[in-house]
């Protein structure tokens, strides 16, 4: 025998077992979004590398360094999605629908990033997440921080802190990155060999260094908020005060800065201290160029995504996961006939939404009841000789092992009001 082939490093299978949670999950959400009026888009997994370049950055850790960018077959370069963002613009554009309309979408799906996979951190992982497009107002940033926070709270979820902060207008941000490139260069001495690198190219993220002595740097480096014009301070006081008058708890990190170059105004993150390094399970904010910058009209935008690993370890740490939901039913038949009769009542009970599964192979009656209690079925429903005869079915318990005889003709409301007691 060769060696069983492994699944890449970083990307996960998703087993049965788990994705109970996974479906809960996804189900919760596509609720909570479709109360806020969001509507599913689905986007190709691969799109051209210079769509992310355009929208992602050139001089981000993502775009430099951790997409999967190959040539196919017709000489094109493109990548596999780090992102949705960029590809939901795309697709709204390539159909038209951001003229003169407001929309609001979500999506879910696989993202991929060639990072250095650890706990919490893949090089394949899942967003669920949202965008809204033709809203410039501060309103637009609380809803959408809004529809998290009531995520959280239909999940049953404590224990995750909002932390906030403006990237203000373009403009105003210039003045700021002229204030922190001084700042820096006057404190050259104690920058780590990456953010030097990122004092000519993207200062800004130097404020979300983990280096230790960066970190003390950055504790008095200036703040945007005393660079802000008056109108980006403004639409920044209304996101603040938006929020305290809906109770959503938060604080203002002057340092958090997004690892992606089109977000303007308002930008966020959930963190937890629960998930160790990895703690920030969604983040987002508004990007008011990006469609513009893709070659659409000025369209003011905002959205979000959670990282959906990283959200249900944390349901799981919270014991907010459901276990896997039994299967009803299996069916022992020990004969030809019986198996006729067997499969023709499980097509019956699958009809009033009841679960079967039906045995297939070993005929032996010992070997199929062995297989009934591993499959994990609640009933199992015995047809031999004795049941053809008399038109009768035996349904044993298979938990405390009791059971009983029951005709045909009243199989499914036996079956269906015991399933009920049970759940
Ligand atoms: P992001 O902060 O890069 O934003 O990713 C959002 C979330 O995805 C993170 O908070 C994290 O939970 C999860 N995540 C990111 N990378 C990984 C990884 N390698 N492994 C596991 N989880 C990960 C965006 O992607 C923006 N598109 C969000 C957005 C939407 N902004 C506006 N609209």
Redesign the pocket.
């Known amino acids: 025998m060769s060696n069983p082939i492994q699944a890449i490093r970083g990307m996960n299978d998703q087993l049965p077992d788990d994705l109970t949670c996974w479906q809960y999950l996804e189900q919760v959400a596509s609720v909570v979004f479709k109360q806020f009026g969001y509507y599913e888009i689905r986007i190709p997994v691969v799109e051209k590398t210079e769509l992310f370049a355009r929208s992602i950055g050139q001089v981000t850790d993502i775009v430099e360094k951790e997409m999967y960018t190959f040539q196919d077959r017709n000489g094109d370069q493109l990548s596999l999605r780090p ?3 960029a590809g939901v613009v795309r697709a709204m554009l390539q159909h038209g629908l951001l003229h003169n309309a407001i929309q609001r979408v979500w999506y879910a799906g696989p ?1 991929f ?1 060639h ?1 250095r996979p650890q706990k ?4 394949q ?1 899942h ?1 669920i ?1 949202v ?1 809204a497009y033709g809203m410039a107002e501060a309103d637009l940033d609380v809803e959408v921080i809004s529809m998290t926070s009531q995520l959280w709270r239909k999940l049953g979820l404590t224990g995750v802190k909002l932390e906030i902060n403006t990237l203000g207008s373009p403009e105003s941000r210039v003045e700021y990155r002229d204030a922190l490139v001084k700042y820096f260069q006057a404190n050259r001495d104690s920058l780590d060999a990456d953010s030097l690198r990122r004092l000519e190219s993207n200062p800004l993220r130097i404020l979300d260094s983990k280096d230790k002595a960066v970190i003390e740097l950055n504790r008095v480096a200036p703040d945007i908020f005393d660079y802000l014009d008056s109108a980006s301070r403004e639409h920044f006081e209304r996101v603040r005060l938006l929020l305290e008058r809906l109770g959503i708890g938060y604080i203002r990190n002057p340092n958090l800065v ?3 170059d089109y977000y303007s105004h308002t930008v966020f ?1 959930w963190k937890t201290d629960k998930l160790g390094a ?1 703690n ?6 508004r ?1 008011d160029g990006l469609v513009e910058k893709l070659g659409g009209r000025p369209t003011p935008a ?6 959906v ?2 959200l249900i370890e944390l349901l799981r740490i919270e014991q907010r996961c459901q276990n896997r939901e039994r299967t009803d039913i299996y069916i022992v038949q020990t004969s030809e006939s019986a198996l006729e009769m067997g499969l023709s009542l499980a097509m019956k009970i699958r009809d009033v939404g009841i679960s079967v599964i039906s045995n297939i192979g070993s005929t032996g009656f010992k070997s199929q009841l062995k297989k009934a209690d591993r499959s994990g079925a609640q009933l199992a429903l015995i047809i031999g000789e004795n049941e053809l005869q008399t038109n009768s079915v035996t349904v044993k318990q298979l938990d405390s092992g009791k059971q009983f005889s029951v005709s045909t003709e009243k199989l499914l409301t036996e079956i269906s009001s015991f399933l009920e007691q049970a759940e």
């Open positions: 992102e949705a963002t993202m990033r990072e919490g951190r893949y090089r992982f967003q997440g965008e997004r690892g992606l993150e990895q920030a399970i969604c983040g987002g904010g990007y905002a959205g979000f995504a959670i990282g690993e990283r």
